[in-house]
C-alpha cells in the first residue's frame, strides 16, 4: 500500500539529495542527529564524567538535544494527540 504520492515521495528524495541526506537519516534514527548518535558512543565508552572533562560545550549541546528531543516525543506529542483523539 502507498501512502505518499509518487510526485510528493519523488520531492522528499531530491531535497534529501540536496541536504546530503541528512532528513532521511533524522528519520532513520529516530530523530537523532549525527551529533547526538556520535555523543552517545561517546559517552558510553568514555563516561559521563570524562565526557564533560573533554568538552564541557559540547555536552551541554548534547544534553540539550536530547533534552529537548525527548520533551517533544514523550511529553508534548503524547498529550496533543490524547487532547485531539478525546474530542
Do not use: C
Not at 6 to 30: C, E, H, M, T
Not at 47 to 61: C, I, M, S
Not at 67 to 79: A, K, Q, S
Amino acid at each position: 500500500m502507498n501512502i505518499f504520492p509518487l510526485s510528493l515521495k519523488q520531492s522528499f528524495i531530491a531535497f534529501d539529495r540536496k541536504v546530503d541526506g541528512s532528513l532521511s537519516f533524522f528519520f532513520k534514527n529516530y530523530g537523532k542527529s549525527k551529533f547526538m548518535i556520535s555523543m552517545s558512543k561517546k559517552a558510553q565508552y568514555l563516561g559521563l564524567e570524562k565526557l564533560w572533562e573533554r568538552g564541557p560545550k559540547a555536552f551541554v549541546y548534547f544534553f540539550i538535544f536530547y533534552l529537548f528531543r525527548d520533551v517533544v516525543l514523550y511529553i508534548i506529542l503524547p498529550i496533543f494527540f490524547t487532547k485531539f483523539s478525546a474530542h
